[in-house]
């Protein structure tokens, strides 16, 4: 696994990291010993970032549980986590309870769908400053948010983007890559395969494509195209 410098964080982080929507949701005994599974096996296979949410149900509280029973407690992992909440007292509350569940650990905080980013993300640089977390990020599903994605990049408060990304959505590389190449931001790619509420559009669009003059790059299926078409991009261009 290749790993990349994730912008002014410094962070060398791998190329593809691990999302926990859904398959981390998992209650109870048979959850945590499934996410302790599931992130060794992410580790063994040289991917350290790990991306939660409040919204995703037992999936901090999972990762909290696994991070003491992982080598060397965890230290390996980067943990990301949101917040969700339109009002400051809203997420200091969400927050406090995701430090709780996660065991006090939080990596990268990100605003989730840029709920109430203007009065949160300078919470979050405070939290940065303090020394509680190690970088902040904002983040949205839809190219429509871009805008206010891209106020929040100005602000100089963001260390790091979480945007969609694939062959059928290329709107980020028109106005936020080329910013965030600019401001040394860290930018993580979410549905590099199917777009959040359309999970089909681009696997159907493409398929019947003839694969063969991709084996050489390592091209086994679609989404290892899609992939692979991602991995290619070069960061610094």
Request: net charge positive; charged share 20%.
């Given at each position: ?7 002014r ?29 599931l992130?060794r ?7 350290n ?25 965890g ?20 927050i ?10 939080i990596?990268?905080l ?16 405070e ?25 929040a ?5 963001a ?9 059928g ?14 401001m ?6 979410m ?9 089909g ?9 003839e ?10 299926d ?16």
């Open positions: 696994m290749q790993q990349r410098t994730l912008g964080t410094g962070w060398r982080v791998s190329e593809i990291s691990c999302g926990t929507y859904q398959t981390f949701d998992v209650p109870g005994a048979a959850g945590r010993a499934q996410v302790l599974a992130m096996a992410n580790l063994a296979a040289g991917v970032l790990f991306d939660s949410a409040p919204m995703y149900g037992h999936s901090e509280a999972n990762i909290g549980a696994a991070l003491p029973a992982l080598p060397r407690g230290a390996d992992c980067l943990i990301a986590t949101k917040v969700l909440q339109s009002s400051l007292a809203g997420a200091r509350q969400q406090a309870h995701s430090f709780q569940v996660i065991g006090g650990r990596d990268l990100q605003i989730h769908n840029m709920a109430g980013w203007r009065e949160v993300l300078p919470h979050l640089a939290l940065k400053a303090q020394g509680r977390i190690g970088a902040t990020g904002v983040t949205h599903y839809s190219s429509g948010a871009f805008g206010e994605i891209e106020a990049m100005r602000t100089g408060l260390d790091v983007i979480q945007v969609p990304y694939n062959l959505e290329r709107e980020v590389e028109r106005r936020l890559l080329p910013l965030a190449r600019e040394n931001l860290g930018v993580l790619v549905t590099p395969i199917r777009p959040l509420f359309r999970r559009a681009l696997l159907d669009r493409l398929r019947g494509l694969l063969a003059p991709f084996r050489d790059y390592g091209v086994s679609l989404g290892s195209l899609c992939l692979k078409w991602l991995l290619s991009k070069d960061p610094d261009v």
